[in-house]
């Protein structure tokens, strides 16, 4: 196997880029890095200390004060806060209707592209979010970039929602995500795009099985001995 093999997915939000990914990095036995995972943490912290977006000193000490970390169980990424497993409370509606404002300061993105970077230089891994292929990693050796029919986007976010307990319309989750591609995709700093290499993934009708062989047919070549 070729040494340091980084799976880069970016995408849409609610297009199954972590479903997608912690299904690959547990087939290839990966190490999965869930990036957004890292910026609604951040997220959580700045709306528990009324952090002010627009004040570039709040913001630097908010930072200087968050210590992120990883820990893996049957490959799925928890996430900790200081500390704090917030894993759970990360995927809250409130945190979504925030984090896509967060993720656009300058500040935030450098910190956190910064620890992302340090994460993939000496191991094999599988990260997605909004810009490993083009900022993150642009030289990782497999890109795939996941998109998929926004109603239908809408719905999955729906049903995960509804089921962890949430109340919540369908018609609240598919403007969040209108406004969130929009935020996304418009924002100085790293915005969302497709790498020029970057395979698309339109998982619209793909059942999780099919996108993950997808998946695979494009990854496995790499890993061949030279």
């Excluded at 820990?71 to 925030?98: A, F, K």
Aim: charge should be negative.
């Amino acid at each position: 196997m070729n040494k340091n093999i980084v799976v880069a997915i970016d995408g849409y939000s609610s297009c199954g880029k972590s479903t997608l990914a912690k299904a690959l990095a547990k087939k290839l036995h990966f190490i999965y890095i869930d990036s957004g995972a890292m910026y609604r943490a951040v997220t959580l912290y700045f709306l528990r200390n009324n952090i002010d977006l627009e004040n570039d000193a709040q913001v630097k000490k908010a930072l200087e004060e968050i210590d992120l970390n990883f820990h893996s169980r049957d490959y799925n990424s928890h996430i900790l806060l200081n500390g704090e497993d917030v894993s759970d409370e990360i995927r809250q509606m409130h945190i979504s209707e925030n984090v896509s404002a967060v993720s656009a300061i300058k500040q935030v993105r450098e910190a956190m592209v910064k620890q992302q970077q340090k994460m993939g230089k000496s191991k094999n891994i599988v990260m997605d979010g909004r810009d490993i292929g083009t900022t993150v990693f642009p030289h990782a050796q497999i890109k795939l970039f996941m998109t998929a029919d926004p109603k239908v986007r809408a719905e999955r976010r729906y049903k995960e929602l509804i089921a962890k307990g949430e109340e919540v319309t369908l018609e609240e989750i598919f403007e969040n995500l209108a406004h969130r591609d929009y935020l996304d995709t418009t924002r100085k700093e790293s915005p969302l795009t497709r790498a020029e290499d970057a395979i698309i993934l339109d998982n619209t009708e793909l059942t999780e099985a099919e996108q993950l062989n997808f998946a695979l047919d494009r990854v496995v070549p790499f890993l061949e001995p030279a």
